[in-house]
């Protein structure tokens, strides 16, 4: 087909959507931002009202999605994805995993486009091969509190392999890792956001548990440029995309107090249940196939978030 090409962002009000449907304009796309604003926010795109072939629609994928004309891109990005934020919304977690997948990749069936699913490191749960490659199967708990998310994203990953097997549908997995810049919301628990305004207002940071678990932060912009090279590729099995430089949590919270100068302490919290002990991902496969590694270190990346919640204030 020739012509401006099309993609539907679902979840594009939220923190990685708004950056994805921001880099698609810039690309030359035409974007049409699904949301139902649960934990995504107008606030979000609110620049790019008005941009040329930019339009937004407010609706619940769970539900039936209707788009008028061409697609060659379908994304789905919807979903509480804050440990606290799926807790709250159990419910709807497991249903825009699973029936938003449904609709979302029925529609990209019907009109002919390529299907991305935003997956998740927590597709490995609390892993016991480190790092994680793609060819390991995880450690989830599916009745625990946190399984709402995790199995709901392992079905989508089945679902998304069944279309692509079964149809012939071209897809594409990308596995995110913790992923952290500015629109991420202050209070949706995560420990990005959670430390830099614990931070900014000079209160103590909650480590949860003692502060040895790890994980492996990786900057928006990143994450994106992997998410465009994967969307672009030829590759339809998962693909990790995350930052593989590790770190404790307890060090990341001494990280962030250096960087803004705070004069917080740290306290010690309870141990959410079924939290990771360590996450980190493997990107073998993503340097082979998308020639992608991350290029923005955590200092600098974590200063611009910081320049983000400043101005939120
Ligand atoms: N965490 C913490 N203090 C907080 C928020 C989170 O110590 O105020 C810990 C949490 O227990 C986990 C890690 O930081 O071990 C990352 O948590 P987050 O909610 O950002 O996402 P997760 O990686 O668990 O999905």
Known sequence: MTGKRRA????????????????????????????NLITGS??????LFGRDGFIFVEHDVTNFIHVAGRLDFVLHFASPASPIDYLKLPIQTLKVGS???????????????????ASTSESYGDPLVHPQPETYWGNVNPVGPRGVYDEAKRFAEAITMAYNRHHGLSTRI???????????RAGDGRVVPAFICQALANEPLTVFGDGSQTRSFCYVDDLIEGIWRLLNSDYDEPVNIGNPSEMTVLQFAREIIRIIGASSEVVFHELPVNDPKVRQPDITLARRVLGWEPKIELEHGLKKTIEFFKKRQ
Do not use: Q
């Not at 950056?19 to 931002?33: F, I, Y």
């Not at 107008?42 to 620049?47: A, D, P, R, S, T």
């Not at 997948?101 to 009109?111: C, E, F, N, P």
């Not at 990308?174 to 991420?184: E, L």
């Open 8 to 35: 539907l962002v679902t979840g594009g009000a939220g923190f990685l959507g708004s950056h994805l449907c921001e880099r698609l304009l810039k690309e030359g796309l035409d974007v049409v931002c699904m949301d």
């Open 99 to 117: 029936l938003g997948t449904h609709k979302a990749i029925g529609l990209a069936k019907s009109k002919g486009a390529r299907f991305l699913l």
């Open 174 to 184: 990308v596995r995110i890792f913790n992923t952290y810049g500015p629109r991420m």
């Open 42 to 47: 107008l606030e979000n795109i609110e620049h």
